[in-house]
């Protein structure tokens, strides 16, 4: 275990480095986030860095370097400009097995994680992307192999081994062309520790999902015939930020004939009298974790046969699944005894029956089977505190409309614990 202690023992959300740094700020009134005050920040942040370090040590490697924003925040809670630092590698983190955490940010914003007691030194980014290098991309980029070197050497001096999540080509060749390092991806690391969630972690997922649920009343509130997806849509937007959230991974709300097949983008198609509207939330909410719920709804409020037979089938899609799925069962034993789809709706079925989720989807993930389970890792277990979520899509090929549902939990040993709350339009 670290033994890291917070610089600021009372911490709980940042970046607010003002409320110590500058005291010309200390009069500042702050709206209390959900659940703000049942959640010990320092506790959440020390639990994910070492599932992180865990990981290191299990898989002997001697440290990572940690690009993109989503692991950063999960091994640091460091966040600056997350979504232009998803195609701008402009700030990364270096984390040895034995703790040694450095992170090297953006220039000028050294300040905003200060506060965060994961991390011991902070210093400005050489970047090497040829927006911030231009011509000097490969000189930067050597200085930067040059960086790693020497943060291998004294953090990691009997252990070359180096795992690396994102990174530019020439970065890379930088590395193995000057250096004596053994580089492996550190996705699979990152993404196993991630996938086992602390008490304070369910919290955080819960303020999400009661948010995204807000938004979603908002929504079914404001439906009507004559309004666009993307009006429609907006309303999501609006709950998340003004709550808290950060953004949203998709733009899957659909309506009418774009409900089939599913993975059509949010347009300016005009709803219209009695058309379902499908759309899957995939929203990063408070505290950067994920509210990911799918729901159908009706313009009008009033499901015809048609659209009642279809949700009748993906809400048995739904229940037969969840059903399957508790700490210990095998991947390959639970899609082996998952619903079969209808012949005519296979074609278009979802990508996976089951993923899982945190700070945004995560490992694991459960797909549909072929015949001799070739297309697919089905080796592992379900393990008790994953978040999953268990997905339908029922859409017959060549059909009129399709219904969208899905529902997030939590593992347990005695099966799920469901977190997600919005009721089916069908029983409303």
């Known amino acids: 275990m670290s033994n890291f202690t917070s610089k600021f023992a009372?911490?709980?959300?940042?970046?607010?480095?003002?409320?110590?740094?500058?005291?010309?700020?200390?009069?500042?009134?702050?709206?209390?986030?959900?659940?703000?005050?049942?959640?010990?920040?320092?506790?959440?942040?020390?639990?994910?860095?070492?599932?992180?370090?865990?990981?290191?040590?299990?898989n002997n490697v001697g440290a990572c370097i940690l690009f993109d924003p989503i692991n950063i925040r999960y091994a640091t809670d460091s966040r600056n400009m997350s979504l232009f630092t998803m195609h701008e590698l402009v700030r990364f983190v270096f984390i040895s097995a034995e703790g040694k955490v450095i992170l090297f940010d953006y220039p000028k914003s050294e300040h905003l994680s200060e506060h965060l007691c994961t991390i011991d030194d902070i210093r400005a980014v050489d970047s090497w992307d040829f927006f911030s290098a231009n011509n000097f991309v490969d000189k930067n980029a050597k200085k930067w192999a040059g960086t790693v070197q020497d943060l291998m050497r004294e953090h990691s001096p009997d252990n070359n081994c180096l795992a690396i999540d994102v990174s530019d080509p020439v970065g890379i060749q930088m590395l193995l062309k000057q250096f004596n390092v053994k580089l492996v991806n550190a996705q699979k690391y990152i993404e196993l520790a991630r996938s086992i969630k602390s008490d304070d972690e369910l919290i955080c997922m819960k303020a999400s999902i009661e948010t995204a649920e807000k938004g979603m009343w908002l929504m079914?509130?404001?439906?009507?015939?004559?309004?666009?997806?993307?009006?429609?849509?907006?309303?999501?937007?609006?709950?998340?930020?003004?709550?808290?959230?950060?953004?949203?991974?998709?733009?899957?709300?659909?309506?009418?004939?774009r409900t089939n097949p599913w993975l059509q983008e949010c347009s300016n198609r005009v709803i219209e009298s009695g058309d379902l509207v499908a759309f899957d939330t995939d929203m990063v909410g408070p505290y950067g974790y994920c509210a990911d719920i799918s729901r159908t709804f009706v313009e009008g409020n009033r499901l015809n046969d048609e659209q009642k037979r279809l949700y009748s089938m993906s809400l048995e899609h739904i229940n037969h699944n969840k059903s399957l799925i508790k700490a210990g069962v095998n991947f390959r034993e639970f899609a082996e005894k998952s619903w079969k789809l209808p012949d005519n709706c296979y074609d278009n079925h979802y990508?996976?029956?089951?993923?899982?989720?945190?700070?945004?989807?995560?490992?694991?993930?459960?797909?549909?089977?072929?015949?001799?389970?070739?297309?697919?890792?089905?080796?592992?277990?379900?393990?008790?505190?994953?978040?999953?979520?268990?997905?339908s899509y029922i859409g017959e090929v060549g059909g009129k409309e399709g219904i969208k549902l899905e529902d997030q939990f939590v593992v347990t040993k005695d099966g799920l614990k469901q977190l997600s709350s919005f009721p089916y339009e069908i029983d409303i």
């Not at 480095?17 to 010990?40: A, G, M």
């Not at 004559?226 to 309303?235: A, Q």
């Not at 990508?351 to 697919?376: K, M, Q, T």
């Open 351 to 391: 990508p996976c029956i089951i993923h899982g989720v945190g700070l945004c989807d995560e490992w694991p993930l459960v797909a549909y089977p072929n015949r001799d389970f070739s297309n697919a890792d089905y080796s592992a277990n379900f393990e008790e505190n994953m978040t999953i979520c268990v997905e």
């Open 220 to 257: 079914r509130d404001k439906l009507q015939a004559g309004m666009t997806e993307e009006e429609l849509w907006s309303y999501m937007h609006k709950v998340n930020i003004e709550n808290g959230g950060e953004w949203f991974e998709t733009r899957l709300l659909v309506s009418g004939p």
């Open 10 to 58: 009372d911490r709980k959300i940042g970046p607010k480095f003002f409320e110590t740094i500058n005291q010309n700020f200390e009069n500042q009134v702050y709206k209390p986030r959900l659940y703000e005050e049942k959640i010990d920040f320092d506790r959440l942040r020390m639990y994910r860095l070492n599932r992180v370090l865990e990981q290191l040590r299990l």
